[in-house]
């Protein structure tokens, strides 16, 4: 019997649960029928989700699944022998409820995924498996944003969500509501303004934490008109493209990108406004990924309407950084107020 590698045995897990692009799903259902270990594994996490067909869908909660994983997480790191006890208590449940039937859709899923672990799967995989739902989930709302930002430019004559801001103007400050403009994130606003956007669109779902503040917004942001920008930092996770002082939207591509997860270099900014933003860059700066997916990559809207996962911080040969300006290296001074060097250059902030 053959060895599988671990990225085998991952998307093995993420196509039984439907995780799959059309390519991955070729590739893996050639490699369960020719190979017996990867079929073996496609079987047992069958069999595991099981129960579930007899169970009515309803929708599971976010904190129910988070504790599952933190419990087997957390009796892995203790011990194996603490961890098979758990396993076999949960096990124990399960048959006693009888085969087919669950209190509800949350406590199905919950033991469907320890039983995975008990029955050999590492439980590696599905945390893989929910980073992609989280990265799928992302991507939807970003072609949403998408969708907002197409009808906005059809009723404006063409042009793009932006305010008047004049050359050396800082861009950082995320929240202000002043008169001036001083945010890159108040291209964003006017399409929340102007009710092309939902504004729980504008917080990445990654993360508990984001999808925490993406549930507040939706009940309490109810009257988008009373403010310039978004209300604070957390409102938006994601960094919008810089506009030079030459931008043309009829110059722009399909491998242009307008909107990315956000730029790692401005997570923590400062809450004074009346300050500055000073930013030394170091070579871990300039190679981090966006924190909102981990710091496995970041998801990113081109202008075409697509929407790419990159494991880097650039798209294409020319090595672009597309969270920093060309001619930043390390020991440069972010001051805020930077723009592209120019029309080509992908700077997405903050």
């Known amino acids: 019997m053959s060895t599988l590698t671990n990225e085998q045995m991952q998307l093995v897990f993420d196509y039984c649960l439907g995780l799959t692009s059309d390519e991955e799903t070729a590739r893996i259902e050639k490699l369960i029928q020719s190979d017996k270990k990867a079929a073996e594994i496609h079987d047992r996490i069958a069999a595991a989700f099981l129960p579930l067909t007899a169970?009515?869908?309803?929708?599971?909660?976010?904190?129910?699944?988070?504790?599952?994983?933190?419990?087997?997480?957390?009796?892995?790191?203790?011990?194996?022998?603490?961890?098979?006890?758990?396993?076999?208590?949960?096990r124990k449940k399960c048959a006693s409820a009888g085969r087919y039937f669950f209190p509800n859709f949350g406590r199905a899923l919950a033991a469907a995924a320890v039983i995975l672990v008990a029955i050999g799967i590492w439980f590696a995989p599905?945390?893989?498996?929910?980073?992609?739902?989280?990265?799928?989930?992302?991507?939807?709302?970003?072609?949403r944003i998408f969708q907002g930002l197409r009808n906005y430019v059809s009723d404006h004559d063409g042009r793009f969500p932006s305010v008047a801001a004049a050359a050396g103007s800082p861009w950082w400050k995320v929240g202000y509501q002043g008169p001036q403009n001083h945010s890159n994130t108040r291209n964003l606003w006017l399409m929340v303004r102007e009710d092309y956007v939902e504004p729980a669109d504008f917080v990445c779902p990654g993360t508990a934490e984001h999808r925490q503040i993406a549930e507040k917004v939706r009940t309490e942001l109810t009257d988008p008109e009373q403010y310039?920008?978004?209300?604070?930092?957390?409102?938006?996770?994601?960094?919008?493209?810089?506009?030079?002082?030459?931008?043309?939207?009829?110059?722009?591509?399909?491998?242009?990108?307008?909107?990315?997860?956000?730029?790692?270099?401005?997570?923590?900014?400062?809450?004074?406004?009346?300050?500055?933003?000073?930013?030394?860059?170091?070579?871990?700066?300039?190679?981090?990924?966006?924190?909102?997916?981990?710091?496995?990559?970041?998801?990113?809207?081109?202008?075409?309407?697509?929407?790419?996962?990159?494991?880097?911080?650039?798209t294409d040969i020319s090595q672009d950084d597309i969270f920093t300006v060309q001619e930043m290296q390390p020991g440069c001074e972010v001051r805020g107020c930077e723009w592209p060097s120019c029309e080509t250059d992908d700077f997405l902030a903050p």
């Open 55 to 90: 169970v009515k869908p309803e929708p599971c909660p976010d904190a129910l699944v988070e504790s599952t994983i933190e419990r087997v997480n957390a009796h892995a790191r203790s011990s194996r022998l603490e961890l098979q006890r758990l396993l076999e208590a949960e």
């Open 126 to 143: 599905l945390d893989l498996a929910r980073q992609k739902y989280w990265q799928q989930r992302c991507q939807m709302q970003m072609g």
């Open 228 to 314: 310039n920008d978004f209300p604070t930092r957390g409102h938006v996770t994601y960094s919008f493209r810089v506009i030079c002082s030459t931008f043309s939207a009829a110059n722009m591509k399909g491998t242009k990108i307008l909107i990315a997860d956000l730029n790692p270099l401005f997570e923590n900014l400062p809450d004074d406004f009346s300050g500055s933003l000073r930013l030394t860059l170091n070579d871990r700066l300039l190679h981090l990924n966006s924190m909102n997916h981990k710091r496995r990559g970041q998801n990113a809207l081109f202008y075409d309407g697509s929407v790419t996962f990159l494991k880097t911080r650039n």
